[in-house]
T-cell receptor, first 110, second 113 residues
Framework: ELKVEQNPLFLSMQEGKNYTIYCNYS?????LYWYRQDPGKSLESLFV?????AVKQEGRLMASLDTKARLSTLHITAAVHDLSATYFC??????????FGTGTSLTVIP | NAGVTQTPKFRVLKTGQSMTLLCAQD?????MYWYRQDPGMGLRLIHY???????AKGEVPDGYNVSRLKKQNFLLGLESAAPSQTSVYFC????????????FGSGTRLTVV
């Protein structure tokens, strides 16, 4: 069974600072997805990473994928309060389902 | 452009009662899924479907049944609700190649007392 681990689980950071969320997974996979969830809301797609070395950027968020290390990172640059949410990574190993990490709850403090 | 629509959004059941959650998508997606989300446990797959008339078990299928009689609809049933089924349920759908990932519904918050 594929295991997906995110760290940290909880992150409190000041506005303007940079930080990285890590997503490690246990078996070979070439595809990884990042989602954002606001409290009480659904999951919104952020990034789709489909190959080794893929890098995607949107605003203050940048995601990358290293399939050889089985690692994806979500980097936050100059955090703002609006980025406060829970972030999930999900791995597709080619079967019929995604495997989700437990999520990283991010709080950006003014 | 509705995407994925779930009904109801909230429900309180008594132990032993039954209910059906409805998921409808208008994106012509082949695959549909039901997940449950519990604190500290991420999302766990209950059942999924790869096409009309087909269903399969996921990670936590016990106590649930599903049906996909039409491509756009995926129903999740609880025959005899238990407190352990208190959770937030999300429906999702995707194309077969999953190149765009999942599209999620807004969720159903279910409490079993």
């Amino acid at each position: 069974e594929l295991k997906v681990e995110q760290n940290p689980l909880f992150l409190s950071m000041q506005e303007g600072k940079n930080y990285t969320i890590y997503c490690n997974y246990s078996t070979t996979s070439d595809r990884l997805y990042w989602y954002r969830q606001d409290p009480g809301k659904s999951l919104e797609s952020l990034f789709v990473l489909l190959s080794n070395g893929a890098v995607k950027q949107e605003g203050r968020l940048m995601a990358s994928l290293d399939t050889k290390a089985r690692l994806s990172t979500l980097h936050i640059t100059a955090a703002v309060h609006d980025l406060s949410a829970t972030y999930f990574c999900a791995v597709d190993r080619g079967g019929n389902q995604f495997y989700f990490g437990t999520g990283t709850s991010l709080t950006v403090i003014p | 452009n509705a995407g994925v629509t779930q009904t109801p959004k909230f429900r309180v059941l008594k132990t032993g009662q039954s209910m059906t959650l409805l998921c409808a998508q208008d994106m012509n997606h082949e695959y549909m899924y039901w997940y449950r989300q519990d604190p500290g446990m991420g999302l766990r797959l209950i059942h999924y479907s790869v096409g009309e008339g087909t269903t399969a078990k996921g990670e936590v299928p016990d106590g649930y049944n599903v049906s996909r009689l039409k491509k756009q609809n995926f129903l999740l049933g609880l025959e005899s609700a238990a407190p352990s089924q208190t959770s937030v349920y999300f429906c999702a759908s995707s194309y077969m190649d999953k190149l765009y990932g999942y599209t999620f519904g807004s969720g159903t918050r279910l409490t079993v007392v």
